[in-house]
């Protein structure tokens, strides 16, 4: 059965950091590649962040050199630094496998940043 429990998100002033964290069912963590998407409103879910099982990663343009991802397969987690924020970063986040994500996702966690 799929569970990814997305947590960590918050308010924030621009320019602030939060660290994102999902915790993932086993079997979906081991085997696959795992990415973070976001969901701002009124916009489509977009991939901003992914690393495979050997832990290489690759990252959208709006967030290179903002956002660092990060895994541990010892807690079936996958985590996302992200730093000097941005308004437009203001979203739903969530973690789901990369690529072809399942058709479930978890709650996702809302991160605002504020101008």
């Known amino acids: 059965q799929v569970q990814l429990v997305e947590s960590g998100g918050g308010l924030v002033q621009a320019g602030g950091s939060l660290r994102l964290s999902c915790v993932a069912s086993g079997s979906i963590f081991s085997m696959n590649a795992m990415g973070w998407y976001r969901q701002a409103p009124g916009k489509q879910r977009e991939l901003v962040a992914a690393i495979t099982s050997r832990r290489s990663t690759d990252y959208a343009d709006a967030v290179k050199g903002r956002f660092t991802i990060s895994r541990d397969i010892a807690k079936s987690a996958v985590y996302l630094q992200m730093n000097s924020l941005k308004p437009e970063d203001t979203a739903v986040y969530y973690c789901?496998?990369?690529?072809?994500?399942?058709?479930?996702w978890g709650q996702g966690t809302q991160v605002t940043v504020s101008s």
């Open positions: 789901n496998r990369h690529p072809n994500p399942y058709d479930y």
